[in-house]
């Protein structure tokens, strides 16, 4: 059902930690395992072993360079997946109703039952965070793996998504971040959190916590350091003697 | 409205978990394999592991793409065409087993040098060299040589134990961390869960690589050093912390040699320590002036004075550090051109490494006991801690470079103490608990010791009387006299050489030789496909064994099949490279939790029973028969010495033993039901000071580690080095030849010393200006990843990498392809732009490009024609210099396999260029064509 | 955007049929017999070729009727929606045109509107789309409602009409460009803001998360379009637009309809190929691609 729901009661999604991220792709695979075994039809692999192999991904890691004036160039590794947007765009210009956003919690889905393939929602969604699925013709993405989080079958500690469990750096967070006490919105205020392409007005609820300053080390105060008197060697054992009396 | 649809939230999971051991790359994960109707449905971490605790690797979770791959061979193999062709017979296991038998039984029986066995990926190397051993041949070891034996060789030799998978960071308490040339590393798991520990902290990372990207692209400071001059930038270092006085006088003087006095007397002992008739190096006791025994109790060791004998003055190991690290060539306007750092950085460094190490000290409160019997009421420690890996260890000055930055650990005293860099059991263990090297061979007999070692002076090489090295590697002689883990990378050519001697028969076993583990790889197949005048083959016979359609099956005339790693018993022993951390001595299985459906056997098993036709010893019981069923039951039931085995948990008839006990016929049970692995806590005051710390020595010897007690003191001044250095010099029955004299009297400084990689003090800068490397891929283990349906969509191409300034000087556009000359070869890519680089450096990723053929890959995958392997540009020999010797391209104290000393050229590409040079013929598949189009469910 | 031939062919031919028919259904001509047979035919059929040409793009045109479902909020659905109501509503006007000779305007009204509401809806699913800002316009609608109405015009005969409506369709054309060609920079959208990262300094992809091709890829980004994009412009504007308008002023003639016809048909198949090559979709800034 394709209307946005006016609120959700909770708003489920993950916070991504650049300043972390070491562009493993972890999270890429562990996603791509679950969900091929789990929600929905597997997740396909085009042409696997040949010349253009092309799979369905609901989760990838883009690696961007950043250059700065007076400063040595940056990299940052930038994963990506859906960013279950509070104006999902996705969802309204769905036709059929297979999108929607769940009332209770926030999570955008999709019923592949209901999916005719027409690929509006990818088009609509800013962030290519949809892909259309090359064997089964429906329209996959990041279910926030709403099949784990709630899963009774699954260990309560077990109960998060397939990402988040696997990132080696623990550099992906999920929690409720409607609610400015969890864990994942206070680590938004205290590391500046934005979101990607707020212009786009979709109003995502996943948020990203931008890398800390980089190449910061301060040229020190040599003098305050410099116990040995001169730099000859004579000068430095005159220091080690004193010193080593005072042991 | 109509209502949404209902999302299935509980949706079945597995009807089994089973607890494995991952085995996508030698880091050895815990793994949950979900199994649904008995096949392999997900796989995720096991959150008891003491690796992983619960996370996974890219790798790791695609591992059931590795378990389902097209590319798994299914039967032995006979060749029946030419070598390197890949046209195959498929044959029964009788018959593999009865060809090998007829090949390997006459060798043993006359010549059992003839038989050269070597491994590579292979974690049962206690078990291989055990074999080999029993065989009775010299020629056996792993793939150590060419990967990072130079770390092993510098950390065990100064300290008792190294980076690499040996020790680790004190994650929880570093405060200021310097990660020197990793990209990944074999704690690939713990190195990411460390670095997210430390961010989440705050804490500062400093990253020194001529690359910015994984690790260092989150390095809060990158330093973008040009290769081959870390030593040189680690010197400086130590400059600037001398000069400011910023070290741990006590740490130096309570457990380093520094303290020791070295002989400066002329003659056969000059350089080594000035020793007591007992042999106890001598130091100058402050109070008295006198030179005495090291450990004599009460004494104030002195750092900065000698003693004067006979006229000599002998002064003591710091004084000759201080001396030589204070000279002006170490400061950081002297370095800075040559590492591409300017100055004020060197400086902050420094300062920054200072101020953390003494200004934020750290202390736990626990109280432990030293070796002197001395009781401390507090753990103090130095919180900067640091790692590194083949950026340093992969240069012909790799070894001092190690030993420089181990040097730099010990002077602010960060090395096994909190905060700092602590070993992981059963390190530490110094180079005098290490056996040392043996090939005596007698036909028909088992060698007379093991295989590898650490030779503390001349008299441990492995050579004849007329110097000719016994080894077919050449380890252990003046070439590469601490080659401590052989030199598997140059077995191919020095066996098609016949040089030092011809063999029979290369045993290769989880090596991709023949392809990316090789250097100079077009050379090398040629080398395996080169016939004599008769027609038959230089290296006559060729056995593997391989899990997987790689390029080596091509070259083999027999191939072994193995099982995937979910298929099969392995043990990963505290006797070879366990999973233990630096809080807990731990060991693990791997089990079959699936069984094969394929004829294919457990490489391990295999050997076995190839011992037992052989009847080797060990592997028969007296009446003949078959000692072991299989490798489980050697995992269970061989004792490396009375009450040690290859696994160290629940040992004993009940059980209970740990490290030490009788066999348990329950053993692996007892491991499969406790997730697959063994943890032993080591006690909390034991935990750090280990090389001297009684309460630790005490409880390594309760769990066999030791057999007796062993402090030792770190060798700042490593005095087997010196006595390499006084043969040199002419001292001593065993001389180096003449050519290598020189070469053994520079390299074997006792002391850490920086000089360029032969490459560079051979190149002419102005024909090859760049220096390229390559790196791991996160997402990528060696030659295996590409076989992986869901990998090799992340990386199946090999863009060069180049700076701005070499992108915009060439002219480059995106979609061009550029070709990459060194002094022995070419290679074409594409290339690609990236500016956080040493602008002197181009690279690529390691090991993603293939043969045509192989792999059951499509002839056009990208993987074929879009990438190049650089091996191709890498000689194992430097070029000629004139002098009718062939210098090797690798370390001369260690014989580590110089990788990254690669120099070249680049130039654009002629327009057009679509296909990637060089372009080998494409091998025959041995393996049927896959399906095209995969979406693997396991339905129930 | 990449050009699919499916959805150029869908629009372009369902919007004549759609076209045609609202002026068949206003009665701005009013055939009766075999000529409305024919023409109705053929209003109806352009529609109906279009509609099956669209399911091509359909993963899964077998339900495609629950496509019928999300009028709500869905253009899409109101697109399919009203094409069936238009479709239907007209059907009693048509059948009195061909059966009895007696049209039903108010059939015919009514149906006209719903054409016309269809032609608008499916310029609409393009226009919503705010992540591909060169389509997210106002001047998008005209384009594709003054295409349908000039070439129907055309088809119905009207052919002072059609010149008219083919010399507006020229002017929504080139307004479409023109504004069209600012839209990217005027979203705010780069890869700054892509990233969040764009405070830091200038960011550039280093490397694409996969070395493959992908669904994204493959839809979303079209860079080869933009290289054509002045040549092709010329073409639809000259072949879709001038030249019919210029024809139609001509004295009438089978010939002369037929060519002018055809060449509006090509023109707008030009058009429509450009409209989908040059539209930069905002996920390309992920790529290092526009
Ligand atoms: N240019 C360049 N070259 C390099 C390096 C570099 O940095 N740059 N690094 C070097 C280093 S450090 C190393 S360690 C080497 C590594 O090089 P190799 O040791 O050759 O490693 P792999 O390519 O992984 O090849 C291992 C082989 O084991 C097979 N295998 C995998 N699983 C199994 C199994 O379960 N059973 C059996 N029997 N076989 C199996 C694989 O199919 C493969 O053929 O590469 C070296 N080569
Ligand atoms: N994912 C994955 N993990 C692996 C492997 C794999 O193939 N894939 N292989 C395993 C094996 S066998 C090994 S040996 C380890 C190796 O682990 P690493 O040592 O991390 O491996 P490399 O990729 O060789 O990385 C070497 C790094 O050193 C840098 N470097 C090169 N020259 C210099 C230099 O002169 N100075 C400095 N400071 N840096 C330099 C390179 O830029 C590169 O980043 O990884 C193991 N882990
Ligand atoms: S990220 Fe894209 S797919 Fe996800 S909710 Fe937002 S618009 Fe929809
Ligand atoms: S592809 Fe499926 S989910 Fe997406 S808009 Fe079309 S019907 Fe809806
Ligand atoms: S939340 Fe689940 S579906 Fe979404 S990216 Fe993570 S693993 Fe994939
Ligand atoms: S698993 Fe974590 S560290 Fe690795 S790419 Fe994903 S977010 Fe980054
Ligand atoms: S690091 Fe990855 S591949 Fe290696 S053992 Fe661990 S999970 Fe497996
Ligand atoms: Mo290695």
Redesign the interface.
Known sequence: MTTLPASTRNKLGLVIDLDTCVGCHACVISCKGWNTENYGAPLADMDAYGAAPEGTFLNRVHTFEITRDNAPPMVVHFPKSCLHCEDAPCVTVCPTGASYKRAEDGIVLVSETDCIGCGLCAWACPYGAREMDGAERVMKKCTLCVDRIYNENLPAEDREPACVRTCPAGARHFGDLGDPQSDVSRLVAERGGVDLMPEQGTRPVNKYLPPRARDALEAPDLASLCDPSGDQATGFLGWLDRALERL | ?????L???????SDQIRKTTCYMCACRCGINV?LKGGKV?????N?DHPV?K?????????G?MQHLS?ARLRAPLKRVGPRGAGEFQEISWDEALQIATDWLRPLRDTAPEKLAFFTGRDQSQSFTGWWAQSFGTPNWAAHGGFCSVNMAAAGIYTMGGSFWEFGQPDWDRTKLFLLFGVAEDHD??PI??G???L??R?A?V?GINPI???????????V?ITPGTDGLFILSLVHEL?????ID??YL?RYTNAPYLVNAQQGAENGLFLRDEQGRPLVRD?RTGQAVAWDSPGI?P???HGVEIGGVTHLPVFRHL??RY?S?DYAPEAVAERCGIAP??I???A??I??VAFEEEITIDQPWTDFRGVRQEKMVGRPVAMHAMRGISAHSNGFQTARALHLLQILIGSVETPGGFRFKPPYPKPPEAHPRPHAGHTPGQPLDGPHLGYPLGPEHLLINDDGSPRRIDKAFSWEAPLSAHGMMHMVISNAHAGDPYEIDTLFLYMANMAWNSSMNTSAVMQMLTDQNDDGSYRIPRIIYSDAYSSEMVAFADLVLPDTTYLERHDCISLLDRPICEAEALADSIRWPVVAPDRDVRPFQSVLLELGARLKLPGMVKEDGTARFRDYADYITNHERRPGIGPLAGWRGADGTGRGRGSPNPDQIARYIEHGGFWLDHIPEEAQFFKPWNAAYQDWAVSRGIYDSVQPYLFNLYLEPLRKFQLAAEGHGHRQPPDHLRARIRAAMDPLPIWYPTFTDAETDPAQYPLHALTQRP??HYHSWGS?N?????????TPLYVSGDIWAQHGFVQGDWATLTSAHGQITLPVAR???LNARTVWTWNAIAKRRGAW???A???EA?QSALLNHLIHELLPSRGDGLRWANSDPVTGQAAWYDLRVRIEKAPAGQRVSQPAHAAQRSPVPA?????????KV | MHPAPSLILFTVLSGLGFGLLVWLGVGLRAPTGLAAFILFGLGYGLAGVGLIAAAFHLGHPERALKAMTQWRTSWLSREAVLAAAALIIMAPHAAGSVFRATPLPVFGALGAALALATIIATAMIYAQIRAVPRWHHWSTPPVFVLAALAGGAVLAAQLTLAAWLMAGLGLAMALHWREGDRRLAASRSDVGTATGLGGLGQVRLLEPPHSGRNYLLREMVHVVGRKHAVKLRLIALGLGAVLPAALLLLPAGYAIIAFALSAHLAGMLAQRWLFFAEAEHVVGFYYGKR
């Open positions: 409205m109509p209502k949404p649809p999302a299935e939230l509980s949706p079945y999971v979900h449905a997900y796989i995720e971490g959150r992983n619960g996370v996974l690797c890219a790798k790791g979770s695609a059931i097209p690939s798991n990411k869960m670095l997210g520990k961010k989440a705050g500062r400093i910015r990207s994984g690790y260092n692209a989150i390095a809060d400071d990158w973008g001398l000069k400011a006085g910023r006088l006590q003087i402050r104030a002195d750092l900065a201080a001396d204070l002006s004020g950085r400086r902050a460094i300062a920054e200072a101020r996160m997402a076989q349906a869901w990998l090799r969509q992340i990386h199946g191409h990236m500016a956080a059951a890959l499509d056009d995958a990208p024609v896959p399906a095209r189009d995969i979406a693997h469910q396991v």
